[in-house]
């Protein structure tokens, strides 16, 4: 038995973010969303029987916002897809479960339960310590080729290989410390439609990133010789459909993924457009800066609406194959630091916010709202002009500390350069997570029904002195799942995938992908989160199908997340169920045939997949 890798984790900026919050008093939430577990302790003995030669030790789980803790439960590091099918058959004849766990960046339990003890028989399967490798495997003359990945790997070193090489994707999660298993597992999407007459080009889908999959290679059980097998499957095969987004079901080893041709970006961002009138009902006067007015001209936006401020930070993203001349060249990703670190001021009244002081959140959104504004544009008029408060979090320091780093409201680069921009370091905020499938047509109604809701909603609570979101509203649109964009003919969209389309709704072509984020800690947010979620349930089922963001927040009984049983039975199957066709009760019959043994499951997937 050896140790297993320690995390040490941080840089500068991640120590001074907790040692000024610690000084707050907000440490103990910060530390547990900030310094994620990571050092392997030594044991007496691994479990009986366990395969030698496989590094194997004890380690806390914490997934990234800490709302879900276990106790130091076994974890292993295999060096190859052999010593995964070694852990996973020595599982099987030992009564034991297998978990893999990637990067942890996710909120839902597909892993692990929170509070799981130590005494539990399951053995946690880290991919991310040597699953890794990547390969350059076909290039072909329609300009798309195909890039052979381990589960392990980060999504950062696979647009990074991919970039190298001169081919990338349409859009990407914007983290790049994702890896790829984790990533396809749960159907991760960016935010991506085509422009209006835009024509995608081979390679570049506009659904989540398992629809991009060719052919993948997984765990599953083979009858005839009594244990568990690889095997890899083709994307027109029987099982792949399943397997596609498998949430945690299944254990994938290897995926093949088409890329396209890398296209330049430009990326806009803009803080002057009210919330009333980026999200206004449809029929707004001629001249509206409505969100679907830049979906239709540009394809790729992202909405960020800081709790209790009037006017969202916008992001446009746009295919610009020449510099403009206003904007500023980037070589890398992650090109906004101030979101990355938050400076100390700002991270102080973050600490007091987990501190109890939960009336500050509109001071909190008003403050990060400035912050963002003097990063990109370099405006400091509203800071000026706002209250003795504001002007104690940002300082003369803090401003010229952000203007010293270059504005950053117009970029240009590489795609992965502008589609990744959330660093580990980032303040960690849990969030709830929603699909609304919908007709192109109506992207406008959807937004202007939930941004209303969702301000009247807020304002009812804060008049009970209640203050449960001080983070962001996150606003997406993305397509559906087109098969077509794998290249591989009669491929089948993922059966699980919260983007499969309604075979009924072919008119239903777009997704409305809605996120509101907190702290974890915030008083009242399952609650408000619960009155969020049964009203875009409620949505007119005419105009929306709503599905489940499958590694967020969902299933809110008022205390706590994947709770509610009406919802876990009930709505989720349903809405997959949508429209008729092969979907979730295939998806689960083929998932249980493929490890019948439940050898890779928990609790929690076994009441949710049935």
Not at 37 to 47: E, I, R, T, V
Not at 326 to 334: F, G, H, L, Q
Not at 484 to 493: I, L, Y
Request: with cysteine; glycine share 10%; hydrophobic share 40%.
């Amino acid at each position: 038995m050896t140790n297993g890798p320690s995390n040490q984790g941080g840089g500068l900026s991640r120590r001074r973010l907790l040692a000024s919050s610690a000084a707050a008093g907000g440490g103990v939430w910060l530390l547990r969303g900030l310094v994620r577990p990571g050092s392997a302790y030594a044991a007496s003995a691994p479990p009986p029987g366990f395969p030698a030669g496989i590094d194997v030790y004890q380690r806390a789980y914490e997934n990234w916002a800490g709302e879900i803790r276990t106790d130091q439960l076994w974890t292993c590091s295999p060096r190859s897809p052999q010593q995964v099918l070694d852990v996973v058959n020595w599982a099987y004849h030992a009564g034991w479960t297998v978990r893999a766990q990637g990067q942890r960046h996710g909120w839902a339990p597909l892993t692990v339960a929170d509070g799981t003890p130590a005494a539990t028989r399951v053995v946690l399967l880290d991919t991310t310590a040597h699953l890794t490798t990547m390969s350059l495997e076909q290039q072909a003359a329609d300009g798309s080729a195909a890039v052979r990945v381990q589960a392990g790997a980060s999504l950062e070193t696979l647009l990074g290989f991919a970039g190298a090489a001169g081919y990338g994707v349409a859009s990407a999660p914007a983290p790049g410390d994702l890896s790829v298993g984790g990533a396809l597992a749960i159907g991760a999407h960016g935010t991506a439609v085509p422009a209006v007459g835009e024509r995608p080009s081979p390679g570049h889908g506009h659904g989540s990133l398992s629809n991009l999959v060719t052919e993948l290679t997984a765990v599953v059980w083979d009858d005839h010789a009594g244990r568990y097998v690889l095997r890899t499957v083709g994307r027109a095969e029987p099982d792949c459909d399943a397997l596609l987004t498998h949430l945690g079901r299944s254990l994938v080893t290897e995926a093949v993924l088409r890329v396209g041709t890398d296209h330049n970006l430009r990326c806009q961002s803009f803080l002057d457009i009210p919330a009333t009138e980026l999200f206004a009902a449809p029929g707004a006067p001629a001249g509206t800066r409505t969100l679907a007015g830049f979906v239709d001209r540009t394809g790729r936006v992202e909405a960020i609406w800081f709790a209790f401020t009037d006017r969202p930070w916008l992001k446009v993203w746009s295919v610009a194959p020449k510099r403009p001349l206003t904007a500023r060249a980037v070589d890398e990703p992650y090109n906004y630091p101030f979101s990355d670190s938050l400076p100390d001021p700002v991270a102080r009244l973050a600490g007091d916010l987990v501190s109890g002081a939960w009336a500050s959140a509109p001071l909190f959104g008003q403050v990060q709202y400035l912050l963002t504004k003097v990063a990109l544009t370099g405006d400091i008029t509203d800071v000026l002009l706002s209250g003795t408060l504001v002007r104690d979090v940002l300082t003369g320091d803090v401003l010229t500390h952000l203007l010293a780093g270059g504005l950053r409201s117009d970029l240009w680069g590489a795609s992965r350069n502008l589609l990744q921009y959330v660093r580990p370091t980032t303040l960690r905020e849990t969030a709830n997570g929603y699909a609304v499938l919908t007709r192109r047509a109506d992207l406008q109604w959807v937004v202007s029904q939930f941004a209303d809701f969702y301000r009247t909603l807020l304002s009812q609570y804060a008049e009970r002195g209640e203050y449960p979101v001080n983070g962001q509203v996150e606003i997406r649109v993305t397509g559906l799942e087109d098969p077509a964009m794998s290249g591989v003919p009669d491929a089948r969209p993922p059966l699980l995938s919260a983007l499969r389309p309604r075979p009924d709704r072919p008119d239903a072509d777009t997704a409305v992908w809605i996120d509101v984020l907190s702290l974890p800690t915030t008083p009242a947010l399952h609650r408000f989160y619960r009155d969020i979620e049964q009203f875009l349930l409620a949505l007119d089922g005419g105009r929306a199908t709503v599905r489940v963001e499958w590694s967020k927040g969902w299933a809110y009984d008022g205390t706590a997340a994947w709770s509610d049983p009406d919802v876990l039975s009930r709505a989720i199957p349903a809405s997959q169920r949508a429209g008729g066709g092969p979907g979730w009760d295939q998806a689960v019959a083929t998932l249980d045939r493929l490890d019948p043994h439940h050898v890779l499951s928990s609790p929690f997937l076994d009441t949710l997949l049935r």
